[in-house]
């Protein structure tokens, strides 16, 4: 009987567990659409804000500032022959960095 209840439980934990896994998807399909559904305008400027838009995990490609070391999405980097950089500043001084030597 306690081997019963047992897996009663654990049935219940796992269908609970995909009843979270479900909602967290539709609410993140939720947002998406929303951020997407205007549809009544045309789509191409919007195209082009589509890959621009950050936090979506595993999209966006994660870079390092020459300057500093700091870690920022490629989308918001300045690049500059090859490097990467987190302000126009940094670009700057690390480009006369170079200079120098
Ligand atoms: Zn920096």
């Known amino acids: 009987m306690g081997k019963l209840l047992f897996w009663l439980v654990l049935v ?5 567990a995909m009843k979270l896994v479900a909602i967290g998807q539709r609410r993140r ?3 998406r659409d929303e951020a ?3 549809g ?3 789509t191409s400027p919007r195209a082009s804000g589509k890959a621009q838009r950050a936090g ?3 999209g966006e490609m994660m870079v390092r500032c ?3 070391g700091v870690f920022l999405p490629a989308s918001d980097a300045f690049v500059d022959g090859g490097h990467h950089y987190c302000d126009p500043a940094h670009r ?3 480009r006369a960095r ?3 030597r």
Request: glycine letters at 8%.
């Open 66 to 68: 020459e300057q500093c």
């Open 92 to 94: 700057d001084a690390h």
């Open 98 to 100: 170079q200079h120098r």
């Open 56 to 58: 979506e995990p595993g």
């Open 36 to 38: 997407g559904v205007p």
């Open 12 to 16: 219940a934990l796992a269908m609970l």
């Open 40 to 42: 009544a305008q045309a």
């Open 29 to 31: 399909e939720a947002a």
